[in-house]
């Protein structure tokens, strides 16, 4: 029996006359990367050399070419899954990877979302409504200040506050101390409210940092974190994932945007299938260039089914004003969180009105 083979879809620049060589080029690079006339043994030319599946003009001079890579070259593991679809093709400036179609064998291994969209509902008492985020920022606060606004924050109802993906554990605000006040402050609101809002702390730095302040989320009892894939490594990504099974994991997209990988790809599936419970990503009209194709695209991919995993809660941010929240909703559905960070965080002094009023809108939104 044939093992099923992973289907990858890359989009290159070339010439008509060029493609089919690009195409077999490409299948080798990411294969068997040497001269196919190096190889004497037909089970490799068989088996591992990965095959050219089909062309298709996309528009000219653009094609979309589909590749299948033998599953054997790339065990369930993040760092190597990406490197056999994406490693030495992501160097050449005209080729992005835009798709990819798993064994399910790859599902079942890596698990996708622990908690995933209705495990978090569950835990906000939010069954239908959107969800709404926030973000701690500037750097240069310290826990302290950066506890007093998310006091503030959770007091509004928001229900989900990360750090900003810029604080990590700087002397201004050291991780373990930030993480304790912050943490307190988010439960003394909530108290005091009988809100439920979630804290996510950005953890970051090596594997063993990232243990160390895992460690310590749990000693403080708080509900969540914040992760950069990309700048982490999606294999220590995804281990942290698996230590901190009961959290719930929010992706960040910093660096996303080097890898020349699709966004909905990249953002909505792959960081999905290691394990994010809500990916970040940018939203259209915002601080980003995202148009609104690649918005939807990401949302659907984060929440689409896939298998047996999870769906995950696509998070659009980046700009994001008040004024735009039934527009936004309109167009992604109840099935999302959004963020809003420094429009809410310049109300200063009536943060915790301004932080209630993006709730109430969400809230009123979806009693429609």
Same mark, same amino acid.
């Given at each position: 029996?044939?093992?099923?083979?992973?289907?990858?879809?890359?989009?290159? $620049?070339?010439?008509?006359?060029?493609?089919?060589?690009?195409?077999?080029?490409?299948?080798?690079?990411?294969?068997?990367?040497?001269?196919?006339?190096?190889?004497?043994?037909?089970?490799?030319?068989?088996?591992?050399?990965?095959?050219?599946?089909?062309?298709?003009?996309?528009?000219?001079?653009?094609?979309?070419?589909?590749?299948?890579?033998?599953?054997?070259?790339?065990?369930?593991?993040?760092?190597?899954?990406?490197?056999?679809?994406?490693?030495?093709?992501?160097?050449?400036?005209?080729?992005?990877?835009?798709?990819?179609?798993?064994?399910?064998?790859?599902?079942?291994?890596?698990?996708?979302?622990?908690?995933?969209?209705?495990?978090?509902?569950?835990?906000?008492?939010?069954?239908?409504?959107?969800?709404?985020?926030?973000?701690?920022?500037?750097?240069?606060?310290?826990?302290?200040?950066?506890?007093?606004?998310?006091?503030?924050?959770?007091?509004?109802?928001?229900?989900?506050?990360?750090?900003?993906?810029?604080?990590?554990?700087?002397?201004?605000?050291?991780?373990?101390?930030?993480?304790?006040?912050?943490?307190?402050?988010?439960?003394?609101?909530?108290?005091?409210?009988?809100?439920?809002?979630?804290?996510?702390?950005?953890?970051?730095? $090596? *594997?063993?940092?990232?243990?160390?302040?895992?460690?310590?989320?749990?000693?403080?009892?708080?509900?969540?974190?914040?992760?950069?894939?990309?700048?982490?490594?999606?294999?220590?990504?995804?281990?942290?994932?698996?230590?901190?099974?009961?959290?719930?994991?929010?992706?960040?997209?910093?660096?996303?945007?080097?890898?020349?990988?699709?966004?909905?790809?990249?953002?909505?599936?792959?960081?999905?299938?290691?394990?994010?419970?809500?990916?970040?990503?940018?939203?259209?009209?915002?601080?980003?260039?995202?148009?609104?194709?690649?918005?939807?695209?990401?949302?659907?991919?984060?929440?689409?089914?896939?298998?047996?995993?999870?769906?995950?809660?696509? $998070?659009?941010?980046?700009?994001?004003?008040?004024?735009?929240?039934?527009?936004?909703?309109?167009?992604?559905?109840?099935?999302?969180? *959004?963020?809003?960070?420094?429009?809410?965080?310049?109300?200063?002094?009536?943060?915790?009105?301004?932080?209630?009023?993006?709730?109430?809108?969400?809230?009123?939104?979806?009693?429609?």
């Amino acid at each position: 029996m044939t093992e099923p083979r992973i289907l990858a879809t890359y989009h290159i $620049t070339s010439d008509a006359h060029h493609i089919e060589q690009r195409a077999l080029g490409l299948a080798i690079e990411q294969s068997v990367e040497c001269p196919l006339d190096a190889i004497n043994d037909p089970a490799i030319l068989d088996n591992i050399l990965g095959r050219v599946e089909d062309i298709a003009e996309l528009a000219p001079g653009r094609y979309a070419v589909q590749i299948g890579l033998a599953a054997a070259t790339a065990p369930a593991e993040p760092g190597q899954l990406l490197n056999m679809l994406f490693g030495n093709s992501s160097i050449q400036p005209d080729i992005a990877l835009a798709d990819i179609a798993l064994p399910n064998s790859y599902l079942e291994a890596f698990g996708g979302p622990r908690v995933g969209l209705a495990g978090l509902r569950a835990r906000l008492g939010a069954p239908q409504r959107a969800l709404t985020a926030s973000a701690l920022k500037p750097q240069g606060l310290s826990p302290d200040a950066l506890a007093s606004l998310a006091h503030r924050l959770a007091s509004g109802g928001v229900d989900l506050i990360k750090d900003d993906h810029g604080i990590a554990d700087q002397a201004f605000s050291p991780f373990a101390a930030r993480a304790a006040a912050v943490g307190r402050a988010v439960r003394d609101a909530n108290a005091k409210t009988g809100g439920r809002t979630l804290y996510a702390p950005h953890v970051s730095g $090596t *594997l063993d940092d990232m243990r160390r302040q895992l460690g310590i989320i749990r000693n403080e009892g708080i509900g969540a974190l914040l992760v950069a894939p990309m700048i982490v490594g999606l294999a220590n990504f995804h281990a942290i994932v698996n230590e901190a099974a009961g959290l719930v994991v929010v992706a960040h997209p910093a660096m996303a945007g080097a890898a020349r990988i699709a966004p909905p790809l990249l953002l909505g599936r792959l960081f999905r299938l290691f394990g994010a419970d809500i990916t970040v990503f940018p939203n259209f009209g915002g601080r980003f260039a995202y148009s609104t194709d690649t918005c939807l695209e990401l949302a659907r991919a984060a929440r689409q089914p896939w298998g047996e995993l999870n769906a995950c809660i696509p $998070t659009p941010a980046g700009g994001i004003m008040l004024h735009r929240v039934n527009e936004l909703l309109q167009f992604y559905g109840q099935d999302v969180m *959004l963020l809003i960070g420094g429009s809410l965080l310049a109300a200063r002094e009536q943060l915790t009105e301004q932080a209630s009023r993006f709730v109430n809108k969400v809230a009123d939104y979806g009693q429609r």
